[in-house]
């Protein structure tokens, strides 16, 4: 299983980046992003379930970013906008097979890309 990320950079405050994923090698029930800030523990951000479509985010992101996929092609997108500096971080792409309600704890997913920086300036 192999899960690609791409996107990221460097942004002023209040700009925007868009994160892409794509995973190969088997069927996931969701994907999604987390981020982790140095000495700070991964985080999650947000979730694409496959059934259904529903989506879930952080409190800290609701309103600004937006997460959107395709089952077929098993690929995550995170379109991130109005940036804080508090959003710097180092984002990773997981997709998961079970359907655990902690849907906000990395240990409930399978799979992980390699991660990619998002900085943001004020």
């Known amino acids: 299983v192999q899960l690609q990320a791409s996107g990221g950079g460097s942004v002023q405050a209040g700009g925007s980046l868009r994160l892409s994923c794509a995973a190969s090698g088997r069927t996931f029930y969701g994907m999604g992003w987390f981020r982790q800030a140095p000495g700070k523990d991964r985080e999650f951000v947000a979730l694409i379930s496959w059934n259904g479509g529903s989506t879930l985010y952080a409190d800290s992101v609701k309103g600004r970013f937006t997460v959107s996929g395709d089952n077929a092609k098993n690929t995550v997108s995170l379109e991130m906008n109005s940036l804080k500096p508090e959003d710097t971080a180092v984002y990773y792409c997981?997709?998961?097979?079970?359907?655990?309600?902690?849907?906000?704890?990395?240990?409930?997913?399978?799979?992980w890309g390699q991660g990619t920086q998002v900085t943001v300036s004020s």
């Open positions: 997981a997709a998961r097979t079970g359907v655990s309600g902690r849907y906000y704890m990395p240990s409930q997913y399978d799979s």
